[in-house]
């Protein structure tokens, strides 16, 4: 069975400062995705940055950008240029390539101060 | 962009009752999930469904769950006999394939007295 671990349940940065935010998992699988889900305040789920393991690539998506070491097993969001509204949980989460579930770690919550 | 929607957003249940949280996926999806999260904790997954069949389940999805997609565009999920601890924020997600990422909805939180 797949885990995924966030070892950091809180974070702060100031706004426009960079913060990065760390995911690790334990898979026996070779083919999987990575990604990174945001939920504000308002409990929604939104998809931050997806992440294939075959790509050796870091996956970037405007300010938010992975580094991900699969030998390592991890895959850490970085968040460049801070901005209030980027306040929310943060969820790093699994999926096989076999099965179609994801598989959350616990969170980070953070936040952006002025 | 389209988008996954829930209803009702709150849903505030006695014991004991039957309860059914309703999703419409994006209308070109062909996989269906219901996730939950109890307040303060992780999102847990609870089903998958594909081709008018459940794919996956967790042990969460125990006998008093089952979920279906009576129509065209709703996929619905409906717990018979709810109790206290089933009381979260529950999920609907739907993506294109199996591998592309799964979009979700703004949750149904549900309340049991």
């Known amino acids: 069975a797949q885990t995924v671990t966030q070892s950091q349940p809180e974070m702060s940065v100031q706004e426009a400062e960079t913060v990065t935010l760390s995911c690790t998992y334990d898979t026996s699988e070779n083919n999987y995705y990575l990604f990174w889900y945001k939920q504000p305040p308002s409990r929604q789920m939104i998809l931050v940055i997806r992440q294939e393991a075959y790509k050796q690539q870091n996956a970037t998506e405007n300010r938010f950008s992975v580094n991900f070491q699969k030998a390592a097993k991890s895959f850490s969001l970085k968040i460049s240029d801070s901005q209030l509204g980027d306040t929310a949980m943060y969820f790093c989460a699994f999926g096989s390539g076999t099965a179609s579930k994801l598989t959350f770690g616990t969170g980070t919550r953070l936040q952006v101060t002025l | 962009e389209p988008e996954v929607t829930q209803t009702p957003s709150h849903q505030v249940t006695q014991m004991g009752q039957e309860v059914i949280l309703r999703c419409v996926p994006i209308s070109n999806h062909l996989y269906f999930y219901w996730y939950r999260q109890i307040l303060g904790q992780k999102v847990e997954f609870l089903v998958s469904f594909y081709n008018n069949e459940i794919s996956e389940k967790s042990e969460i999805f125990d006998d008093q769950f089952s979920v279906e997609r009576p129509d065209g565009s709703n996929f619905t999920l409906k717990i018979r006999s709810t109790k206290l601890e089933d009381s979260a924020m529950y999920f609907c997600?739907?993506?294109?394939?199996?591998?592309?990422?799964?979009?979700f909805g703004d949750g149904t939180r549900l309340s049991i007295l």
């Open positions: 997600a739907s993506s294109g394939d199996r591998d592309e990422p799964q979009h």
